[in-house]
T-cell receptor, first 116, second 109 residues
Framework: EAGVAQSPRYKIIEKRQSVAFWCNPI?????LYWYQQILGQGPKLLIQ????????DSQLPKDRFSAERLKGVDSTLKIQPAKLEDSAVYLC??????????????FGPGTRLTVL | RKEVEQDPGPFNVPEGATVAFNCTYS??????FFWYRQDCRKEPKLLMS???SGNEDGRFTAQLNRASQYISLLIRDSKLSDSATYLC??????????FGDGTTLTVKP
């Protein structure tokens, strides 16, 4: 079974530039998550989709970050404009139902973003 | 106060040792609990779910104490391959997940 795919794997940009990340979840998984992981910290949930609807985006900095999941399958996360503190690994995960109990999240390899 | 707190470690133990990690959570409405493992520069992977009655998977034992709002992970007979960061995950009823910052374990020969 194919896992969660993410691209690009690495990205280096200058501050105030924009960047976009792409995620393709495991086929049939209803829930898709975007996390930000800063070095030395655990993943922080940015946004959670159930099919193509948003379940939680309370920690998404909406003045600069946006995400969409058209057709309830793959998703893009965009940062515009980027700040130095956005340097992190952006992880995408998917789960079958997203209801929590016993619902394993499968992570992609992540996109390592460096903002100079 | 963070919603999920873990002792960052690092825990440095010899092969064959028994080591335990604790994780505390602040939201009493939390419904589901997990331990994930993350190797250096890799993505997190599920180690085990944590059930109210406690559960065991080989050398790993997970416990949940709802009254005190903490979960634990016990690793017996540590192997070199157990060296990793262990992340505690707490999920609310609506499915929102909160990760701890992880506990780093290094098992030495």
């Amino acid at each position: 079974e194919a896992g969660v795919a993410q691209s690009p794997r690495y990205k280096i940009i200058e501050k105030r530039q924009s960047v976009a990340f792409w995620c393709n979840p495991i086929s049939g998984h209803a829930t898709l998550y975007w996390y930000q992981q800063i070095l030395g910290q655990g993943p922080k949930l940015l946004i959670q989709f159930q099919n193509n609807g948003v379940v939680d985006d309370s920690q998404l900095p909406k003045d600069r970050f946006s995400a969409e999941r058209l057709k309830g399958v793959d998703s893009t996360l965009k940062i515009q404009p980027a700040k130095l503190e956005d340097s992190a690994v952006y992880l995408c995960a998917s789960s079958l139902t997203g209801t929590g109990r016993g619902d394993t999240q499968y992570f992609g390899p992540g996109t390592r973003l460096t903002v100079l | 106060r963070k919603e999920v707190e873990q002792d960052p470690g690092p825990f440095n133990v010899p092969e064959g040792a028994t080591v335990a990690f604790n994780c505390t959570y602040s939201n009493s409405a939390s419904q589901s609990f997990f331990w994930y493992r993350q190797d250096c520069r890799k993505e997190p992977k599920l180690l085990m779910s944590v059930y109210s009655s406690g559960n065991e998977d080989g050398r790993f034992t997970a416990q949940l104490n709802r009254a005190s709002q903490y979960i634990s992970l016990l690793i017996r007979d540590s192997k070199l391959s157990d060296s990793a960061t262990y992340l505690c995950v707490v999920v609310l009823n609506a499915g929102k997940s909160t990760f701890g910052d992880g506990t780093t374990l290094t098992v030495k020969p």
